[in-house]
């Protein structure tokens, strides 16, 4: 019998980025079964899982995502395994990159496989998707829900499976968790302007140069305005994405205006002062369209795929700095606005649309935990025979064989680590961050001579 037939529904997330243990932790309170809204009426305990890896958050990071768990420890994959082996837990949200989750469906497939009942499976993405599309989707196939954040996913999510002929049931349409805040009312004193960095986009020393360059420019034309620069991570932190160049060291080259500042924090909280929220391609864009917040993407480094901002194609969002600079104000397409699954025209507090956003994956979800008999085994579209070049690497990056067993050698200690094992992990983790952000570059700039 599940665990919340006889006490407090008992709920694990595994992350492997502050950003997906944000996304994960709020997307399991709001779809546990009993929840509505931004009110919680079931009793859960939620326990985190930090997979241990280059992204694996520091409690700084942690403290500004500001989730709270019942209970907070790193993992190996194998680790987390085993303790799912022997933990009756009624829901498990996987809040991976699309490998991990891969890895994790094949393993939970073997741990769980003379077990009479399992937990539901859940898992996702934590904003918008636009690159690998199929190949992320394929990857998460087997869970018993597959969160879409807005309806344009959940259309483009089934058409891809259906598209391989793979079970397209388990795509259920949500919203992103963490929209949500006061809605804008209009403008402050002084009036805000927030650039909101992403840590891979733009990815070259010259586009980034670029826009902080123009950042400042905006900040010297407009000396009545604050102009902040919203940060992601500190150096030598990780955060989804790797970051080689962060814009805190580029910084140090410049000379801005006493009205520049750069910024970190909770973007909620920086939201509440932000007058024009601009960004690359930032799913921060979403949280101010919800909060009609005036959001702009900009196209000064042209509308392309590599960038992401060709997502917004048909937002009304699209403008260039220099429109920025002569006093643009955005209008977003309403329309387009819907289907993003951001509810610009509800209040965000909480009426309207987005408080029902996730009322179908409760309603599965709650669905399957009554089934009898318990749930089938995990089923991923990918197996030995259908990806015999593909999937066995994958799984080996995790320490598990073809078949989801750990392999020889693998990890396997249940217990935290002692104080020497703590050290050289921190050690090889600073080596790693200073590889990416000091030496690689270096050796790529030589590369181009």
Known sequence: MPASATKALRVAVIADSDTRWKWGALTANRIAPGNTGRVAQTDVRLDGYLLRGRATPTARQLEEVGVRADSLREVTAVEFLRTMAREPYDLLVLALVGGGVQAMLHGLKRVW???????????????????????????????????ANSRQDAERFRAVYEGVGADASSVTEVALPFLGGAPYTGEHDPYTVVFAAQPSVPDSRKDRMYLLDRLVRHARLHPER???????????????????????KLAQRLDPPSNFRLVYGHMGEVLDRTDLLVTVSSTAALEALHRRIPTVVLTDLGIREALGNHHFVGSGCLASWDQLDAGHRPA??????????????????????????????????????????????????????????????????????????????????????????????????????????????????????
């Open 332 to 449: 977003p397409d309403e329309e387009w606005v819907s289907r993003q699954g951001v509810a610009a025209g509800d209040s965000p507090s909480g009426a309207g649309s987005y408080a029902t956003a996730f009322d179908t994956a409760r309603e599965r979800i709650a669905e399957l935990l009554r089934r009898p008999g318990g749930l089938p085994p995990l089923t991923p579209y990918y197996t030995p025979g259908t990806a015999p070049g593909y999937l066995p690497g994958l799984l080996a990056r995790h320490h598990l064989g073809p078949d989801g067993t750990p392999l020889p050698g693998a990890p396997a200690a249940d217990k935290e680590p002692g104080p020497v094992r703590q050290i050289v992990r921190r050690a090889a983790r600073g080596a790693y961050r200073h590889g990416v952000q000091r030496v690689a570059p270096v050796i790529r700039r030589m590369g181009e001579l």
């Open 113 to 147: 496989e003379d077990r009479p009942e399992r937990p539901v499976v859940v898992t996702g993405y934590v904003g918008v998707v636009y690159e690998k599309l199929a190949d992320g989707l394929l990857l998460r196939h087997g869970a018993d829900l597959v969160l």
């Open 226 to 248: 604050e102009v902040l620069l919203k940060l992601r991570s500190k150096p030598g932190e990780h955060t989804t994405h790797i970051e080689e160049l962060p814009y805190q």
